[in-house]
C-alpha cells in the first residue's frame, strides 16, 4: 500500500502526472494522490465500464474515506461510490449525491463531491489529473485541503 506523500507532478497545460497507468489498472484499483495540495482518490470502476475516476477523496457528508467506497453500478447513474461511513451514493461521472426516492427511481442531487478530470496517457504510461475549475462551491470543498486521505488500498 502506498500513501501519496507529495505532491503530482504539474505540467504547463494544468495536468498533472500523479502515477502509472499500471498501477491503477486492475477492475475496483484505488490511489490516493495529491493535486496541487487536493487530496483527491483514483478510481477503477469494475466492468462494464471500467474507467477510471477522480474524485475529492473525502466524503461531503461527514469526511467519510471515499478511497475504501464499494463501487455500485445504479441503473440511470452509471457507477457510483458507496461511502464507507454512512452508505451514500455518489456517482463517479458527476459527483452527485444518488438516492432511491419514493417511487424507486434512482435519482441525483448535483455538485457534492467535486469531480476530476483524469486520462491516461498511452502514450507515456501514465495516468494525468487536471483539477475540476468549476468556480460553484461543491460540498466537498470544505474537506478537500484538510485532511489527507487515509493510506492507499493498494492497486
Ligand atoms: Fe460519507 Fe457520511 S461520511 S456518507
Redesign the pocket.
Known sequence: AARATRDATARDDGWHDVCGVEEVSRSNARRAVCVAGRHLALVRAPAPSARLHAIDAT?Y????PLLWAEIEEVPGRGACAV?P????HVALTTGERVYRDLNGEYVGIARKQRVHEVREDDASGRVLVRLSRDEEAWESDRYAMKAPPPASAGT
Do not use: I, Q
Open positions: 466524503c457528508h461527514m469526511g467519510g461511502c461511513w454512512h452508505r451514500y
